[in-house]
């Protein structure tokens, strides 16, 4: 699996072996690939059945990106994989999610998902085959479901990186089983055994698996440009990028000799053919942040960031919090009917005791702003929540600290709410996203001079040649293709 960035945690049961084997002899199983007897808390029907319910939980959360030509692509080469692979009997699925994260990752029971993100950092054909692979791999050699074995998954509150105090955390809307399958992370030596089915997998569908080296040496680069803030999802808990590449190029040129592949496929152009248009990035329709304003086009609101604070996007919520974690703001969609009947509902979804309540117009809308508190054994939470009525929807606007600190934050929290207003800004409301654009080369050039050609900015150079897996210095014939991004 490519982790996803949020943050999770496991926490172990333990108890003696001797009981254990006792009370799980009966889960033994034959390990797919490796032949071996294992230990493990479920037949496959209950994997398959885990997947199917992950499914719909995982696309919920993320959305399908909807491009045919691209779905057909990975859908026909998963199922020509699934067939060489040591679990072919499995009904597969491979899905494209709506992310402009780096990521790839399989839950049990044969589904494989590749965010928008992975699939527009790949540079031919060879590249994806190898991460399928992969990920197919996970499901191949029953990775979850040896985790599952091993750990019980648990949620920490983490927004954007920050870790909030652990009382905050319960308000943040927690994830779904099927998320949290879809976000645990494996050991190393599972990802290296991943690594070489993956080596396998693509080889005997006739790729060049040296391609996936190169590939991991891409997401490094971008890893080091950014400063480590944000590692590639592929190389998070991952073996080392070194380590990998030596491996890797060994295994494929073993493989490459055992099945006598003599012009293994890269298929560099009809992949960038194939991604053209491709959105990159983050989607403005999905929300963005600009100036310390969140603006959100389709549903056409906006309101301000506190300076400093972190901001998580999220399906279910709009998360804020300081650096500190000593506070949280939300934005959640409170459902509809009367604004006093909303807030019974809140008070009692949360188990809190209302201090004082008032009826407020924030900018020609009608809102009801809540102070109430949850007493805890280690003190008490207090909440400043807003929730305003707009084009026939309650949003909440939630803030929330420990009443000993809540005095240092309510500015903040009031200067948020009073700042939810309705989006007018064409400009923000028709903002588009970026996308990829296949560019033919018209003379031999240097990639920079490339990427000077088309009227890229030079502050995106590096970014550029990260994003086709070149160097600005390196030489680029005339006629072949090479990505830029445009909106």
Not at 58 to 73: C, H, N, V
Not at 371 to 399: C, F, H, P
Not at 423 to 436: M, S
Request: aromatic letters at 10%; hydrophobic letters at 40%; glycine letters at 8%.
């Amino acid at each position: 699996m490519i982790p996803n960035p949020t943050v999770m945690k496991t926490s172990a049961y333990i108890m003696p072996f001797s009981f254990a084997c006792i009370l799980f002899l009966s889960g033994c199983a034959m390990n797919p690939v490796t032949g071996r007897k294992q230990f493990v808390m479920m037949s496959e029907g209950q994997e398959i059945g885990m997947g199917k319910e992950s499914d719909p939980q995982i696309i919920a959360f993320f959305g399908s990106y909807e491009d045919p030509r691209l779905q057909k692509f990975i859908n026909e080469k998963g199922q020509e994989m699934v067939k060489v692979s040591h679990r072919s009997k499995l009904a597969y699925e491979f899905k494209i999610v709506d992310s402009p994260v780096i990521n790839a990752f399989a839950v049990p029971g044969g589904y494989v998902y590749f965010t928008r993100g992975i699939m527009a950092h790949f540079n031919n054909e060879a590249e994806f085959a190898g991460v399928l692979g992969h990920e197919i791999g996970h499901i191949t050699a029953r990775h979850s479901v040896i985790q599952q074995r091993n750990a019980m998954l648990g949620q920490l509150g983490i927004i954007a990186g920050v870790m909030l105090v652990p009382e905050l955390s319960q308000f943040v809307e927690p994830l779904s089983a099927g998320m949290q399958l879809a976000m645990m992370s494996f050991g190393r030596d599972a990802e290296r055994q991943s690594d070489k089915l993956g080596v396998e997998y693509s080889s005997r569908i006739g790729y060049d698996a040296t391609e996936m080296a190169g590939f991991f040496e891409t997401l490094e680069r971008q890893d080091k440009v950014a400063g480590g803030e944000k590692v590639p999802e592929f190389l998070s808990t991952h073996p080392s990028p070194e380590e990998r590449n030596t491996t890797v190029a060994k295994l494929a040129g073993e493989w490459k000799t055992k099945l006598k592949l003599t012009n293994p496929k890269v298929n560099r152009e009809s992949y960038l053919k194939l991604i053209d248009g491709l959105v990159i990035g983050e989607d403005p329709k999905q929300g963005f942040v600009e100036n310390n304003f969140f603006y959100h086009p389709v549903m056409k609101f906006q309101f301000s960031i506190p300076g400093g604070w972190k901001l998580q996007n999220t399906p279910q919520q709009v998360q804020m919090a300081p650096e500190n974690g000593e506070a949280l703001l939300m934005l959640t969609l409170a459902g509809k009917g009367g604004l006093d009947e909303t807030a019974s509902q809140m008070l009692q979804q949360y188990q809190l005791t209302l201090v004082e309540s008032k009826k407020e117009n924030i900018n020609g809308l009608n809102s009801i702003l809540l102070i109430a508190d949850q007493k805890q054994e280690k003190g008490t939470i207090r909440v400043l929540s807003a929730l305003i009525e707009y084009e026939g929807n309650n949003y909440s606007l939630m803030g929330i600290s420990e009443l000993s600190k809540f005095a240092n934050y309510q500015s903040e929290f009031l200067f948020t709410i009073r700042n939810f207003k309705k989006l007018t800004d064409a400009d923000k409301i028709n903002r588009k996203p970026e996308v990829v654009r296949i560019k033919t080369i018209p003379q031999s050039m240097t990639a920079q001079a490339a990427f000077q050609s088309f009227n890229m900015p030079a502050s995106r150079y590096e970014e550029l040649a990260i994003l086709n897996g070149m160097l600005l210095t390196d030489k680029l014939s005339k006629g072949s293709l090479i990505k830029v991004v445009e909106k």
